[in-house]
């Protein structure tokens, strides 16, 4: 079931929007979000983007704790990461603050998008490596496919970086949402040069170089090569714009016509531009008015006309579910199961989905010893989870008690 509508640009936090989208709705997201780079990025005056601007900082204030609750009630192992970046911090916590940002939309977009789905998240070596792990624990380590290097082309580093190697390049994520997806990839080809001849003096025969995982960076790709050049007519000044050529090689990829393509952090709309250049359904997300401005007047300047199959909507509600039962919809489980080693210690915590909980236990213990002796579904979870933990003797969450005792407070809470 499909709640969004083709071509609408919502203007608000992505978030709201995404938890808005009926789950396993859309076939391909890509997301280019703030790179936790400590500054705030501006449009040039005179510039189409003028006005247009974005803060790449993070700290505490642009933090929930009802996210990092909701982390660590139904994503154990991301909440165990996190904690994990903030040891490795010490002190100060920006990037822990990024990441739990990042996680709780990157957690959205998993659940969004359909079982043959896929997504590219773009990055830059500031926070990939962290990036990638989160990606391992919301999409899971087996659905990794590709780490894609971008070598972005004229960078001001040329000029401005002092030491090191100059900074050029960009990192994609490519995941698919289940094994099934890899079925959805277009392989592409960059064609042979017209002097290309093989080693053995013969002309070649097929299609072209197959694209390999590091783009702009072989003397091939200066066939096919994915740059904003500085008088191109896609070029709209606005910070961090991405050029076209590389949106629509990901969009042919990793989708068919008609799919639906969603951008979180849409900009100047280079992904919304490109997949209508394709005839791919989409909808993209920008906080700021400017995004709906300028995928107005793209859409107009850079697709031909009878390929636009009609004018962008704007929105600044976010989508309704309607795949939930809104009875449900604030309830959790809380659950009890037995420690494996210590009788008479129980786990007494809580979960969204309690069958899968229960597989996590079990996967991190062969012998399938974990069992699950109860649990209750409440929209109370909260208040009955911290109950119990002060009522019962605890160590790092496992109370000790008499079973029928745990299971007669939890049914009696209410
Ligand atoms: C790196 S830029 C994207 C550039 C885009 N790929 C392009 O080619 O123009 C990141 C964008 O995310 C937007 N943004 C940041 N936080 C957001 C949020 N929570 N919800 C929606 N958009 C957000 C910013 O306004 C900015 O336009």
């Keep these: 079931m499909v709640n969004l509508k083709s071509r609408t640009i919502y203007c608000r936090d992505n978030l709201d929007v995404l938890r808005g989208i009926n789950s396993k709705s859309v076939d391909l997201i890509y997301l280019d979000p703030p790179f936790n780079k400590k500054k705030v990025f ?7 983007a003028e006005g247009a601007e974005f803060s790449d900082i993070f700290r505490e204030e642009d933090i929930k704790n009802e996210w990092l609750d ?7 192992a991301l909440h165990e990461f996190l904690n994990s970046v903030k040891n490795i911090e010490g002190r100060s916590s920006y990037n822990f603050f990024y990441l739990a940002y990042m996680a709780i939309r990157l957690i959205e977009c998993q659940r969004v998008l359909r079982g043959t789905g896929s997504v590219y998240l773009h990055c830059d070596p500031t926070m990939s490596h ?5 990606m391992d624990c ?17 960078v001001s580093g040329y000029k401005t970086q002092k030491r090191g190697w100059i900074r050029n390049h960009d990192t994609i994520l490519y995941y698919l949402k289940t094994a099934a997806a890899a079925k959805i990839f277009n392989k592409s080809y960059i064609p042979y040069p017209p002097d290309y001849v093989r080693r053995d003096g013969k002309k070649p025969t ?9 783009w702009n960076c072989s003397s091939a790709d200066v066939l096919d090569s994915i740059m904003i050049k500085s008088f191109s007519k896609e070029k709209t000044g606005y910070p961090t714009q991405k050029p076209l050529a590389l949106l629509q090689r990901i969009i042919r990829a990793s989708s068919e016509p008609g799919d639906m393509v969603l951008d979180p952090f849409c900009g100047c709309a280079t992904t919304l531009v490109a997949a209508e250049s394709l005839q791919r359904d989409w909808v993209g997300v920008d906080v700021s008015y400017k995004a709906f401005e300028l995928v107005k007047e793209r859409l107009g300047r850079e697709v031909p006309a009878d390929m636009v ?7 600044t509600a976010p989508p309704k579910r309607t795949d939930i039962d809104t009875t449900q919809a604030n309830t959790k489980f809380v659950y009890v199961i037995p420690h494996k ?6 786990k007494v915590g809580i979960a969204k989905d309690v069958k899968e909980r229960l597989g996590s236990y079990q996967t991190s213990d062969p012998g399938r010893s974990f069992k699950l002796e109860f ?35 939890i049914k009696g809470w209410d």
């Design 309 to 315: 199959s009609g004018e962008p909507e704007f929105q």
């Design 138 to 154: 919301i999409f899971g380590e087996k659905h990794f496919q590709n780490e894609i290097i971008w070598r972005i082309g004229w």
């Design 130 to 134: 962290y990036l990638k792990l989160l």
């Design 341 to 346: 080693n210590y009788p008479g210690e129980y």
């Design 42 to 48: 501006t449009a040039p005056i005179g510039s189409s």
């Design 206 to 214: 097929g299609a072209g170089v197959p694209i390999e995982d590091t």
């Design 375 to 409: 649990s209750f579904r409440s929209p109370h979870y909260q208040e009955i989870e911290k109950f119990i933990h002060a009522k019962y003797d605890n160590r790092h969450e496992w109370v000790s008690g008499d079973l029928r005792r745990i299971i007669e407070d």
């Design 70 to 76: 909701e982390i660590r009630q139904d994503h154990y």
